[in-house]
């Protein structure tokens, strides 16, 4: 068993495309969370220890959020964030959060569009299992498909 969770998809938008819908808060509501989830940014600085903090609701009623941290931005390559860290990459209050996650986020050129992965990463099996029962593969793969299909609306 490993603790890390994986996608991968190739989305068919180009990769500069798919790196806006990630880093301009204009464009987050449109894919963020499987339909009919509603997206509210909070807060987006992507930068190293910038603000990482996305709401949702659905039928008016809010799901838990917290703010996260930015670990790593390289433009149009690879964006780390965490939950783990708040802004500033001030600890947070993990009672605060059903488990903690570290997600890495790969964007390459593709003759189709952007090779898109994602690799999350765990603490622990029992953070990685909670994960997945939340919906990781089936959340994260329909979150995909919205961003390849709004980011192809943008164009290059």
Same mark, same amino acid.
């Given at each position: 068993?490993?603790?890390?969770?994986?996608?991968?998809?190739?989305?068919?938008?180009?990769?500069?495309?798919?790196?806006?819908?990630?880093?301009?808060?204009?464009?987050?509501?449109?894919?963020?969370?499987?339909?009919?989830?509603?997206?509210?940014?909070?807060?987006?600085?992507?930068r190293p220890g910038g603000v990482f903090h996305i709401a949702m609701s659905m039928n008016g009623q809010d799901f838990p959020s917290s703010a996260g941290c930015f670990l790593e931005v390289v433009p149009q390559e690879r964006l780390t964030w965490t939950s783990a860290l708040?802004? /500033?990459?001030?600890?947070? %209050? &993990?009672?605060? #959060?059903?488990?903690?996650?570290?997600?890495?986020? $790969?964007? @390459?050129?593709?003759?189709?569009?952007?090779?898109?992965?994602?690799?999350?990463?765990?603490? /622990?099996?029992?953070?990685? %299992? &909670?994960?997945? #029962?939340?919906?990781?593969?089936?959340?994260?793969? $329909?979150? @995909?498909?919205?961003?390849?299909?709004?980011?192809?609306?943008?164009?290059?």
């Amino acid at each position: 068993m490993t603790t890390d969770l994986h996608l991968h998809r190739i989305l068919k938008a180009p990769r500069s495309a798919v790196w806006r819908c990630w880093t301009e808060a204009e464009h987050i509501p449109h894919w963020f969370a499987p339909k009919p989830v509603v997206t509210r940014v909070v807060g987006l600085d992507p930068r190293p220890g910038g603000v990482f903090h996305i709401a949702m609701s659905m039928n008016g009623q809010d799901f838990p959020s917290s703010a996260g941290c930015f670990l790593e931005v390289v433009p149009q390559e690879r964006l780390t964030w965490t939950s783990a860290l708040g802004p /500033d990459f001030r600890p947070v %209050d &993990a009672a605060d #959060a059903p488990f903690l996650f570290t997600a890495t986020l $790969t964007f @390459a050129d593709h003759p189709e569009g952007t090779e898109y992965r994602v690799v999350a990463r765990h603490k /622990d099996q029992a953070s990685a %299992d &909670a994960h997945e #029962a939340m919906g990781f593969s089936q959340g994260w793969g $329909t979150v @995909a498909e919205q961003l390849g299909e709004y980011a192809a609306t943008l164009g290059r």
